[in-house]
């Protein structure tokens, strides 16, 4: 079924091996779903080198077969909706419906500023009626850092919308509003409760702004990232900070043991990292799997995955609350 990695030389998997560190799926919890890569934005740090360029986005077929899986995987409690911008796809609204009904939460991974776009305009509200859950990438809580991460004037216009959504009542009470800060450069994030207290002050003193909680996430050293650290002559320095601070606390807890994730044509992954390398498919296609629930099987462990577990550990709900690196 899942291939293992085709690496000549694993070094991740040789750690595993030497801490004796299972390389096996827990019980899946959370499907995370990518609805493709069309984005309003480019920023440089991109994963998955989403762009307005981009056209890859998930079918109706696929959604409505994603669907059937739910029904057949009670396990899981939670529907995690990705991209590019999740809100372009044209079926976004029909999924998270259908979600809903299925009484399990949804999170939308939004970037702010396509609530801005125009045909966009309410979908800030239609998310707030139907319960959605919103993680909203904020880098830094100055200008500077953000624009020159995620594109001229994107600050000011997440700052807009983060008050916004606010008025709407997320940031407090039942609608969830957590934000995301990732590095600006080939570096380990600090320590995610300071930074998060550091953020709560600034934003609600510079701008009114009430937000749940920060996560904090390391950058992965793949496509558009491994491109710049390549352009900066920082790949290798990049990956030995990761290797040298691997923390085997963060293995038990990475998100790939109770996470799984689709991509846009079906094709289902251990995570969103794994999906965006094309790498250790479990099926091509979501009509080629009965179940979700991949408990005991082989996670595609690789290079990349020193960056989940370097230092406090990193995943999509921030850092792993482990203690620090050995
Ligand atoms: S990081 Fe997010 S907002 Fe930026 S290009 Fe990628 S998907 Fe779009
Ligand atoms: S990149 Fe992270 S989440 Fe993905 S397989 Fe590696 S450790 Fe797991």
Redesign the pocket.
Known sequence: MNQQPSFSQNS?LNKLEQESLSTQRGKTEVLQVNLGRLCNQACEHCHQAAGPGRTEVMSLATLQRLLELLRATPTIQEVDLTGGAPEMNPHFRFFVQEVRKLKLAVTDRCNLTILLEPGQEDTAAWMARNGVKIVASLPCYGEKNVDQQRGKGVFGQSIRVLQQLNQLGYGQGALELNLVYNPGGAFLPGDQANLEAEYRKRLAHDFGIRFNQLFTLTN?PIRRFARFLHKENQYEAYQELLQANFNPKA?EA????S?V?IDYRGQL??????QAMGF?AYAQDVTQIQSLDLAGQS????E??????AGAG??CGGALAVEGAS
């Open positions: 991740f992965m293995v990475v998100m790939c043991k996470l994730s992954f251990d995570c969103d990292f794994n250790g996670i595609a462990f690789a990349h995955c020193f960056g989940c577990t990193s995943s």
